[in-house]
């Protein structure tokens, strides 16, 4: 059963290559942006379940404001490093979730977890 779209912004286009393969399994369409513009967009247009960002391409301010634009949206925050500080604030502006970027098994369970929770 596939599920609906997803939309990803990340630095890394390995990451983005491996997430992409990773996610076209279980979501219908994959929509891979290279700027917070050209994602504003994808959402607009697409509508997805689940956008998953790059915390190195936006700031906390851009995830709290598209958040609360697109508040039917799953928003799920990568970083190659660690930052608890900055997790914590990440989900603090309404991401559901924060995941190693290199993880992206991870990243595509929590995909997967939180739309069913939809």
Do not use: Y
Not at 87 to 97: C, I, K, S
Not at 102 to 109: P, R
């Amino acid at each position: 059963m596939q599920l609906s779209h997803v939309v990803l912004l990340q630095r890394d286009i390995d990451v983005t290559e491996s997430m992409a393969a990773s996610l076209s399994k279980a979501f219908s369409s994959i929509d891979a942006t290279q700027s917070i513009d050209k994602l504003q967009r994808s959402i607009a247009e697409r509508r997805p379940a689940v956008v998953i960002v790059d915390l190195e391409m936006i700031s906390i301010n851009d995830v709290k404001r598209l958040c609360t634009d697109f508040s039917d949206v799953k928003f799920i925050c990568t970083h190659r490093l660690a930052d608890d500080e900055m997790w914590t604030q990440a989900l603090g502006a309404g991401a559901v979730d924060v995941c190693p970027s290199f993880d992206v098994g991870g990243i595509a369970s929590s995909a997967l977890r939180n739309t069913a929770m939809a």
